[in-house]
């Protein structure tokens, strides 16, 4: 794939599409396309990693379980998902893609340390 907007399901897709785009130790960066799908009832993502996403067409209902209301993303919108914030997908608009770029990160992995000699 060369372009996030390549290869897009049709609206009828009974699934979420997943695609790897790049992944490193500590690094996994990948395009979600949901047409309409959303999290099953009662269901709450409680991932090990941090997860940054970024909504780069459509709309969602991200819901956060700490929080009262669920946040309406549109195009342009990202949120930055701690690691074990348990969070569900409320809503897509059934019939038009919904593009994710979801990048999830260690927070296990250490911080680069850097090294400055006195003389």
Do not use: N
């Amino acid at each position: 794939m060369d372009s996030i907007f390549a290869d897009l399901p049709r609206s009828t897709a009974s699934a979420e599409q997943f695609s790897e785009l790049l992944k490193r130790p500590g690094l996994r960066i990948e395009r979600i396309v949901s047409t309409g799908q959303c999290s099953p009832p009662d269901f709450w993502y409680d991932q090990p990693d941090g997860e940054w996403v970024l909504l780069i067409q459509g709309e969602a209902r991200l819901r956060f379980a700490d929080e009262a209301e669920a946040r309406h993303l549109k195009a342009g919108d990202f949120v930055d998902i701690a690691a074990h914030r348990r969070h569900r997908v409320e809503w897509t608009p059934p019939g038009e893609p919904t593009i994710w770029l979801a990048i999830h990160y260690s927070v296990t992995a250490a911080a680069p340390s850097f090294r400055t000699s006195t003389p």
